[in-house]
Structures are given as C-alpha cells and as structure tokens.
C-alpha cells in the first residue's frame, strides 16, 4: 500500500493517515523521506501499540498461505524488491479507522504478510455518520 | 482482537520527527485511519 500517493483523496473524505511503525525516529524518518513523505509516522520500537491494537506475529499457517507466495511473486513482477529490514519482519500490519470520540470504526488485521486492504475499500468508508 | 465500536486504545506517542503527542489529541479533530505497517523497508 503507497497510501501516501492517495493522501489527497483521503483527506478530501476527511480522514487523516497515521502510520505506525516498529523503528525508531531516526529510521522511521528516513522510511517516511524515502517511500510515505507526505505522511506522518509513529515510532513504536517497543510494539507497545501494536499490541494494544491486537496485532500479532505472523503464523505458520500465513507463512504457508498460497496467495502469500503467490501476492510475493505478483510485488516481484511489478519491479519491487524487499528490503532489508532491521524490524522483526514476522510482525503482522493492520489498518484501524477511529472516530472524533475514539471509537474503532474499521478494524482490519491482516491474514498474511502480503494482505493489506485495498486504498478503494478504506476510501468506501465514508465519514458520514463518524462522529 | 479489537471491534467496530470499541474504545480505540490511547497513548502518548513519538513520531519519526521526534514530536510527542497523545493520540486522542489527535483523533479528537478528524476520523484517523492508523495504519500499522509490518516493517520499515
């Protein structure tokens, strides 16, 4: 997800994106400089709110999910190698919608390392109705 | 697992510029998608 190529949209819906990521400052800074400029990043080195929000590591079961390896090889054809990451890469991701008085409105845990929601069915959550 | 309509749990968080803010500080002025990502690279 390059979410932050879509940041326009989404704020022109009215959300703000946050992202969280397991680094610390000076390497969450240069992830945000290289891939996600235009949006702010949360430094969460010691996963403490990763696991308040209930994210867990990856399973043996998603390891050996067929559209993990299949999405892998899908990345690799579009030209986009991993990179190599100092970060426990068996962390899982998950994307949260809170509302003004928040509460969770959109929970998605991701089934594997290669699932994430699409930015269309994040974007179909509308904020009529949030408070 | 965390819910639709739940209490989104709160702290106090650094951000990559090294600045500190509550989150509820945060999501109190416009909904927020909080995007957690497996890993910096």
Redesign the interface.
């Given at each position: 997800m390059q979410l932050h190529r879509f940041k326009p949209q989404f704020e022109s819906a009215g959300f703000q994106i946050i992202l969280v990521g397991l680094g610390n400052p000076d390497e969450a800074e240069a992830f945000r400089k290289q891939f996600s400029p235009s949006l702010p990043i949360i430094c969460d080195p010691e996963k403490i709110l990763y696991h308040a929000y209930g994210l867990k590591k990856v399973s043996v079961a998603a390891l050996a999910s067929p559209s993990l390896w299949l999405n892998g090889l899908k990345t690799l054809a579009k030209g986009h190698m991993p990179g190599i990451s100092k970060d426990n890469v068996m962390q899982m991701s998950g994307v949260f919608l809170i509302d003004t008085a928040g509460d969770i409105r959109y929970a998605y845990y991701s089934k594997d390392p290669s699932d994430n929601p699409s930015v269309d069915s994040l974007l179909a959550l509308k904020k009529d109705g949030l408070k | 697992?965390?819910?639709?309509?739940?209490?989104?749990?709160?702290?106090e968080?650094?951000?990559?510029?090294?600045a500190v803010h509550r989150?509820?500080n945060?999501?109190?002025?416009?909904?927020?998608?909080?995007?957690?990502?497996?890993?910096?690279?």
């Amino acid at each position: 997800m390059q979410l932050h190529r879509f940041k326009p949209q989404f704020e022109s819906a009215g959300f703000q994106i946050i992202l969280v990521g397991l680094g610390n400052p000076d390497e969450a800074e240069a992830f945000r400089k290289q891939f996600s400029p235009s949006l702010p990043i949360i430094c969460d080195p010691e996963k403490i709110l990763y696991h308040a929000y209930g994210l867990k590591k990856v399973s043996v079961a998603a390891l050996a999910s067929p559209s993990l390896w299949l999405n892998g090889l899908k990345t690799l054809a579009k030209g986009h190698m991993p990179g190599i990451s100092k970060d426990n890469v068996m962390q899982m991701s998950g994307v949260f919608l809170i509302d003004t008085a928040g509460d969770i409105r959109y929970a998605y845990y991701s089934k594997d390392p290669s699932d994430n929601p699409s930015v269309d069915s994040l974007l179909a959550l509308k904020k009529d109705g949030l408070k | 697992m965390l819910e639709p309509y739940q209490k989104a749990p709160d702290a106090e968080v650094i951000f990559s510029d090294r600045a500190v803010h509550r989150l509820s500080n945060l999501w109190i002025k416009e909904p927020m998608f909080l995007v957690f990502l497996r890993h910096f690279g």
